[in-house]
């Protein structure tokens, strides 16, 4: 659906690199794509990308298929292996290849760089990168501009930026991240809030027998624990007779307190279902109920473009933290599985 769907060309792109990654990163198909996974550069293969495109599509769309609600197995079965489906997965494995064959090298060029940067110091850095810089009986070095000269001519050159950069995007998606999930807690907690409003204004006399005076007092002195549910409900509860009843409840407790400790408690308690009898008018929660409902599509915005703006994040190479590795990276995609002459 998500292939069939999007119409720029950004988004496009976008999909395709998450195809390509999935074939980089996680498919038989590293093998002989990915640098963290390769033997030997000599052992590079660009050949049979297509099939693992169609298996990643194929993949796909019985995914799809089996969210269709009420699709029996045997109708998903009979679609895929139809004749019909295998020349229109075919076609388009055969359109990403074509077409985006850059962004295929783009990908295996972050391999390449995340594999460069994966020893903890410069005596760590793996040896088939050592062998593609310095190239081998196949294939000419990785980051050789032209013959003779080169972006960089040892390993230990390109180690340091990529851990600097490493470091840098690490730090970018951390911040991202923590906005990311400020604003879901917020969406959260603003529906939830909605939920509990309407849950209260439905509470009757008969709904507070669940509760007793300790559990009353619970409630009341934790934030968050197996009641934070309880809590958010209960601090919309309206004025009068259900605010009444449940000061009523917790006076009590109070009352027959054995301990100072739990007299002080009970005491806390009620100050907080003291204010539900001051502050809980019917006009009060639905302007509340109102200024809720205002907020969560603008926050929701927000939600959506942080979402987008880590995702984009996460997708970009570790060039975007390093002119000069921006250079290497593209001397690389050039020179990705080049013979030497």
Not at 25 to 48: H, R, T, V
Not at 132 to 161: C, F, H
Not at 261 to 274: M, P, T, V, W
Not at 309 to 325: A, H, R, V
């Amino acid at each position: 659906k998500d292939v069939l769907q999007v119409s720029s060309k950004s988004e496009k792109e976008f999909l395709a690199k998450q195809i390509f990654k999935e074939i980089v990163f996680n498919s038989d198909a590293k093998e002989k794509l990915n640098f963290a996974f390769l033997d030997s550069y000599d052992n590079f293969k660009m050949q049979n990308v297509i099939e693992a495109v169609k298996n990643v599509l194929k993949d796909e769309s019985r995914a799809y298929l089996e969210t269709v609600p009420n699709m029996p197995k045997d109708i998903i079965n009979e679609i895929m292996s139809s004749s019909k489906c295998d020349e229109f997965i075919e076609s388009m494995a055969l359109g990403y290849e074509r077409k985006y064959s850059d962004v295929l090298r783009d990908v295996i060029a972050d391999s390449f760089l995340e594999c460069a940067g994966s020893g903890a110091t410069m005596t760590q850095i793996p040896s088939i990168i050592h062998e593609a810089v310095k190239g081998t009986r196949l294939y000419k070095p990785i980051l050789e501009i032209n013959k003779g000269n080169s972006v960089a001519t040892k390993p230990d050159q390109l180690w340091m930026r990529v851990r600097q950069a490493k470091i840098e995007r690490e730090k970018a998606l951390k911040e991202e991240k923590a906005t990311l999930d400020g604003y879901t807690k917020k969406v959260n907690g603003i529906k939830k809030n909605i939920v509990a409003i309407r849950k209260a204004f439905n509470m009757s006399l008969s709904s507070l027998k669940k509760y007793d005076a300790s559990l009353l007092c619970d409630i009341a002195l934790n934030e968050d624990g197996e009641h934070s549910e309880e809590k958010r409900i209960l601090q919309f509860a309206p004025k009068g007779e259900i605010a009444l009843a449940l000061i009523e409840m917790v006076d009590r407790g109070r009352r027959g307190a054995r301990t100072p400790g739990q007299k002080e408690d009970f005491a806390k308690a009620l100050k907080f279902y003291n204010n539900l009898n001051v502050n809980n008018t019917e006009q009060a929660l639905k302007e509340k109920l109102r200024e809720y409902n205002e907020q969560l599509p603008i926050v929701e915005e927000k939600l959506k473009n942080a979402t987008e703006k880590y995702e984009e994040l996460e997708s970009k190479g570790l060039e975007i933290y390093d002119q000069t590795l921006r250079l290497m990276k593209e001397t690389i995609i050039q020179n990705l599985g080049k013979k030497r002459e």
